[in-house]
């Protein structure tokens, strides 16, 4: 079992940064990939960013050359950097971490990030 605390939520201005820290507990050696998704209200909940554990980093199309993923191997924490936030990027954000061996996906508690324009 993998337990995923987010923090760094909150409200953020056009332009603006904040970033979101995610700490991982548990079957930390067995977690392939971490990543962040979000979901606003009325959508549906879409890849913000991933990072494999051999530092392979994927993102999402709407945050590319904005947001930027990066781990802390020593702490067992994800990071999200967010900069230039504009009002669409207002949403609860989820931390995500896949075991791949055990097809098991854990969900953080989400954080919520709202951008004001």
């Known amino acids: 079992q993998v337990q995923l605390v987010e923090s760094g939520g909150g409200l953020g201005r056009s332009g603006g940064s904040l970033r979101l820290s995610c700490a991982a507990s548990?079957?930390?050696?067995?977690?392939?990939?971490m990543g962040w998704y979000r979901q606003a209200p009325g959508k549906q909940r879409e890849l913000v960013a991933t990072?494999?554990?051999?530092?392979?980093?994927n993102y999402g199309g709407s945050v590319k050359g904005r947001f930027t993923i990066s781990r802390d191997n020593a702490k067992n924490t994800v990071y999200l950097q967010m900069n230039s936030l504009k009002p669409e990027d207002t949403a609860v954000y989820y931390c995500?971490?896949?075991?791949?061996?055990?097809?098991?996906?854990?969900w953080g508690q989400g954080t919520q990030v709202t951008v004001s324009s």
């Open positions: 995500n971490a896949i075991i791949y061996v055990l097809a098991r996906s854990s």
């Open positions: 548990g079957s930390i050696s067995m977690i392939d990939s």
């Open positions: 990072i494999t554990s051999g530092g392979s980093i």
